[in-house]
């Protein structure tokens, strides 16, 4: 006889009994009217219904979105590259030098902007701290006249020039021999490596922080957390920046002679792509991925002036292209390893606006949730967003 006087109900009582005090069966189909397999799952329909939620449609959108933009944004940038306004010197008499420089001007389409200089070793100096991409210079005594270019800036573009400066003295019954003063490295093929170098920078860096964010919670869970993230990227971003270095360097021998500022530079460029991608997951949760593809990858990529430059890309994807990472970086590394360090400081500057703007954002957007979460009140942040709700 029990001490408390009660029976304990039939063993057939116990199910409902369950049932009613809250608990449930995993995946069972049998609270949605979906007859329960013998394995205890809900069946196909069952499966179907708990799969195609409205979050998982909007998710697949999404990918679906981010991937026509993706074709879009290359197609548009690559499928008809057209040069506009190619900086170029014009060297030649006085009496001439005007003349040429406003013929170059006046082409149909504006494909040179073309200014005069004093003479050849200004023009070499302009080209080789990357003030232009070209130089004409006129033989006022025979018919052959010279264009400087230096391919290691760009390969199609010293082509294009070329292309236009031959198409031109044609008209003139003049012949134009072209010199290039800075060729890329024999390993470095068509000039490329510095591109593909920052891609795999870029490409790790935001890469890694989406891997954190979907193992730890997209949303970290408070600041220490956001700040141990943080520093476990800039590690990375070190080591990172370290292997490329090695890669291109004394593996390759593509880019070779400045190892520590190529290691440097690699690790700005994967901590400005890491922290910017940690600060949209903390804004947006996952959404935030897709958004650090689409700035990276989508947009950054194709106007970053690896296959084409700025000067032969269409104005939209030259506007934006050096104001993201992949374009930023991708000149920083060039005219270190090629052009003594020349017009590096813009794009070392935007790399760091974006890892200190990452920085920011994040800790401030998880000190902002901290306190809105309020005070007195614990809040129990969800596993896989990491949003937090209080109780």
Known sequence: MSSAGTTPPPPDETPSTAQDSGSTTPDSGASRGVPALPDGSGGFAAELRDAISFRAFLLVVGGLLIQLAFIVSYLGAFHSPTPHRIPAAVVAPAQV???????LNGLPGEPVKAVVVADEAEARRQIMNRTVDAAILINPAGKTDSLL???????????????????????????????????????????????YLVIGWVVGGYLTASILGVAGGARPVNRHRTAIRLGTLALFSVVSGLGGAIIVDPVF????????????????????????????????????????????????????????????????????????PPGAGTTAVRNTVYFGGSATAGPLWVLAAYAVAGVVVAMATVVVRDRRAGAGTDGVADPVTGAVTTG
């Open 253 to 324: 021998s593509a880019l070779t002679g400045h190892f520590v500022a190529l290691w440097a530079i690699g690790a700005l460029v994967v901590f400005a792509a890491a922290a910017v991608t940690t600060a949209l997951q903390t804004l947006f949760g996952i959404i935030g991925i897709g958004l650090s593809i689409l700035l990276f990858v989508v947009m950054g990529n194709p106007s970053a002036g690896g296959v084409y430059p700025a000067s032969l890309l269409p104005r939209f994807w030259s506007a934006i292209g050096q104001s993201l």
């Open 149 to 195: 270019v230096a391919s290691a800036g760009g390969p199609s573009v010293s082509q294009t020039a070329a292309q236009i400066a031959q198409s031109v003295e044609k008209t003139q019954h003049r012949q134009v021999t072209v010199t290039d003063i800075k060729a890329p490295n024999k390993e470095d093929g068509r000039g490329l490596s510095s591109f």
């Open 97 to 103: 030098a005007g003349k040429v420089a406003a013929q």
